[in-house]
């Protein structure tokens, strides 16, 4: 029987953990996808932006694919943001989270044993009114160390005017920060809220192509606006950690070896579910 899973843990559940909640550069040296200087950029900035990943054809047929099943979950009673630990339900976002090519750039930031734990589609539909505020991905993940990171493939061309994701270059230095319960007035989409973050760096804006994706570290602030478009624009994020990473609360449950080894056996490495 498939387990559920919370995507956000309640606060305490978290506070009672023992994190290392501190930067791990990438100390691949010979990278294969990336280039040195995007892989120095990674441990700089905390990002890697553009990464032209499906031509415009496979693209387009992922994209008809996510508006079938969007269309299933919204009959089924969810909305567009509702669609999470989704490789452990469809069989091709399971092909997404393993595919070589992703992984491949992954792997240039973490190294070779690495797994991937996590899908959940973004799609604000336009004038939907909802944001996503400042946050840090470490902040929701009972993840120990943090070597993980978050890719978000554009389903959707992905720019300012329908409220592009923004990162502050090199907030991931500064560790894990304070942040406060959203309040209702901001429409957040999550529940966490950092204030202030000018303070930590520039915002930078990750414009991105459909097909293109982009990587940044789970140390990294990150969030973006309420679309107030015409146009959707929905991504879909799968997320990574070297297999040496702990997952507590379970989590482990949820972790595909993607690459490599877990000489551990801590990840469960589920199969891939038979429909789509």
């Known amino acids: 029987m ?4 919370k995507m956000i843990p309640e606060g305490d559940e978290l506070d009672s953990i023992e994190r290392d909640l501190r930067f791990y550069p990438s100390e691949v040296t010979d990278p294969q996808r990336l280039s040195r200087e995007q892989v120095e950029g ?7 932006k553009p990464v032209p990943i499906f031509s415009q054809e496979e693209i387009d047929d992922i994209r008809s694919y996510f508006d079938e099943l969007l269309e299933r979950v919204i009959a089924a009673g969810g909305d567009s943001y509702s669609i999470s630990t989704a490789h452990l339900k469809y069989g091709r976002v399971y092909d997404l989270l393993t595919d070589e090519r992703i992984v491949a750039v992954v792997k240039d930031l973490l190294g070779d044993d690495v797994v991937g734990w996590g899908s959940h589609f973004f799609c604000k539909m336009p004038h939907d ?17 943090t070597r993980a990171v978050t890719v978000w493939l554009a389903i959707d061309d992905a720019d300012t005017e329908n409220a592009c994701m ?4 090199g907030s991931h230095h500064y560790g894990h920060m304070t942040y406060r319960p959203s309040s209702s007035t901001e429409h957040n989409v999550l529940n966490q809220t950092i204030d202030n973050v000018e303070q930590y760096g520039d915002p930078v804006d990750d414009e991105l192509k459909a097909g293109e994706m982009s990587v940044h570290s789970d140390l990294l602030l990150h969030g973006s606006e309420a ?17 040496e990473v702990h997952a507590h609360l379970g989590w482990n449950e949820k972790g595909v070896l993607v690459s490599g080894s877990d ?5 469960a490495n589920p199969p891939r579910p038979a429909n789509d």
């Open 2 to 5: 498939q387990r559920d899973f």
């Open 129 to 145: 009114g909802k944001s996503v505020a400042w946050h840090q991905d470490a902040s929701y993940w009972p993840l120990t160390p």
């Open 166 to 169: 923004r990162f502050i270059r």
């Open 42 to 48: 990674y441990n700089r900035d905390g990002y890697v």
């Open 263 to 267: 000489p551990r056996g801590h990840w």
């Open 227 to 243: 679309n107030e478009s015409d146009r959707r624009r929905c991504g879909l994020t799968l997320r990574y950690a070297a297999a």
